[in-house]
């Protein structure tokens, strides 16, 4: 860990440094915790942004640095209190202050303060789902006055037509010969396609706007205080512009499932209406007051997008050999694959349900 403690050591931290552990289970950049000596100073969250998969450091730093100063500002503002733990706090570099990450020469590196007593969880309640969704209206809303143009990390991140021309490619190379045992989740795939680009259309025509959104809302990506209450949204480097579809519908992906993205269980994968209810009544009571009759209307939609998407990324990785999502064993892609397969299937056979319970929220 020699050279861990260089790295932290370049960026404006207080105190002295005791220990670099790993931490977390993303899927995509590598966290470790930072330990210090001292009482007063804080730990740290260490982390290694993956390059690979956002090519662009500087611009994605750009975007984390602006989102957490103007909520910070707001929740100032608001006198909120406990303010350290409602926000990200990134630190910059020792020998430039305007500059919030350090090129190794191989490797990207940014520091947090580390938010003490934080509970994360990948299940939720009907109770916490309601808050989670009120916290995402909010955080759309509380972006929606930032005063500079933020940049998409990812190009075309959530555009479900590009993702379905990625996997077109994919299964045109055919790279490790694994397109032979997919055929059938290709074909489900297939068969949808036109109704779930309904978004991009929308945009197209002008009827649908981009506003600045998270882009990874899953419930591990929320800090919980001990006592079930929402601290903050982290994992900010897919905030960008995108339909409000994205936060919606990718929360529920995650969290309205009975089980486990990856869980093989495949007669256990369904969709949660007490959570949907408990989080679309959240949503809507934060985020009503901007959301258009389009965007509204169409979310059930985007309840059955993520789902959608979800499953063309992870087939595509499978097909492509496993190299963009971490995987612990050789099947594992095409397990989560299926199983937002039939979380797809779960979302389709409720939509009625959603659409009288949104109808019912708006009377
Ligand atoms: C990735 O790294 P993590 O787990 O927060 C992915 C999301 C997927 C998610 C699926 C940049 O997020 O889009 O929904 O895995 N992030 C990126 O678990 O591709
Ligand atoms: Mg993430």
Redesign the pocket.
């Known amino acids: 860990m020699a050279q861990m403690h260089e790295i932290v050591a370049k960026f404006a931290i207080k105190g002295t440094v005791k220990d670099v552990n790993p931490l977390g289970n ?3 950049n590598t966290t470790y915790r930072v330990v210090t000596e001292e009482a007063d100073a804080p730990d740290y969250v260490l982390q290694n942004v993956n390059n690979a998969i956002f090519p662009d450091v500087d611009l994605l730093m750009h975007n984390i640095v602006a989102v957490t100063g103007h909520i910070r500002k707001k929740l100032e503002a608001a006198g909120t209190k406990d303010l350290e733990r409602k926000v990200l706090t990134f630190v910059p570099l020792r020998d430039d202050a305007k500059k919030y990450y350090y090129f190794d020469g191989e490797k990207y590196w940014r520091i947090m303060v580390f938010i003490k007593d934080t509970v994360t969880k990948s299940a939720v309640t009907p109770e916490s789902s309601y808050i989670v969704g009120e916290t995402f209206g909010d955080f759309q809303a509380s972006l929606a006055d930032i005063p500079v143009e933020l940049g998409e990390t990812i190009v075309d991140f959530h555009n479900i037509e590009f993702r379905l021309r990625q996997l077109d490619e994919a299964v045109k190379a055919d790279p490790v010969g694994r397109v032979k045992l997919v055929r059938p989740l290709l074909d489900e795939i297939e068969k949808r396609a036109q109704k779930m680009s309904l978004g991009e259309q929308l945009h197209r025509e002008g009827k649908l706007p981009k506003r600045i959104c998270h882009c ?1 809302t ?1 419930v591990d ?1 929320i800090l919980f205080d001990k006592d079930g209450s929402v601290l903050c949204v982290i ?1 900010l ?2 905030v960008m512009p995108s339909f409000v579809f994205s936060d919606y519908g990718d929360f529920l992906r995650s969290a309205a499932n009975f089980v486990a993205e990856d869980d093989p269980h495949y007669e256990q994968v369904g969709f949660n209406m007490a959570i949907f209810k408990a989080f679309t009544e959240g949503y809507l009571k934060s985020a009503r007051v901007f959301l258009t009759p389009v965007e509204i209307e169409n979310l059930p939609y985007a309840a059955a997008l993520f789902p959608y998407m979800q499953l063309v990324r992870f087939l595509m990785d499978y097909i492509n050999g496993d190299t963009y999502f971490k995987t612990q064993y050789p099947e594992h892609n095409l397990v989560r694959a299926t199983n937002q397969y039939y979380l797809l299937k779960s979302v389709e056979e409720h939509t009625p349900e959603m659409q009288a319970f949104i109808a019912e929220q708006l009377a």
């Open positions: 993303g899927l995509i990874d899953k990506n994992d480097d897919t």
